[in-house]
Nanobody, 116 residues
Framework: QVQLVESGGGLVQPGGSLRLSCEASGFTFRSYSMNWYRQAPGKERLWVASITTTGLSTRYADPVKGRFTISRDNSKNTVFLQMDSLKPEDTAVYYC?????????WGQGTQVTVSS
């Protein structure tokens, strides 16, 4: 079955960086676009970034443009989110997401906390 496993979260000071990873299994990874979402405490889950199958096209939500970079390694079935210039408002649980056969698949999430 489809599995998405995130890692790389943690506590970082404002202005710092983190790199999240999402390892996928159970489907043909290279054939599907991948996405990152995040959910701050008490708020709805929001889309952060997307990447197409080849990685040649990416999109970002306005709050993270210029600071976050999504990428993928199809040889390792992994999608990444490089987060730079982190701000306290980036604090959230970050989720990997894909849609396979009209079914939505989420990872378990990884906590990112930006605080001094």
């Amino acid at each position: 079955q489809v599995q998405l496993v995130e890692s790389g979260g943690g506590l970082v000071q404002p202005g710092g960086s983190l790199r999240l990873s999402c390892e996928a299994s159970g489907f043909t990874f290279r054939s599907y676009s991948m996405n990152w979402y995040r959910q701050a405490p008490g708020k709805e889950r929001l889309w952060v970034a997307s990447i197409t199958t080849t990685g040649l096209s990416t999109r970002y939500a306005d709050p993270v443009k210029g600071r976050f970079t999504i990428s993928r390694d199809n040889s390792k079935n992994t999608v990444f989110l490089q987060m730079d210039s982190l701000k306290p408002e980036d604090t959230a649980v970050y989720y990997c997401f894909t849609e396979v056969g009209r079914l939505h698949h989420w990872g378990q999430g990884t906590q990112v906390t930006v605080s001094s």
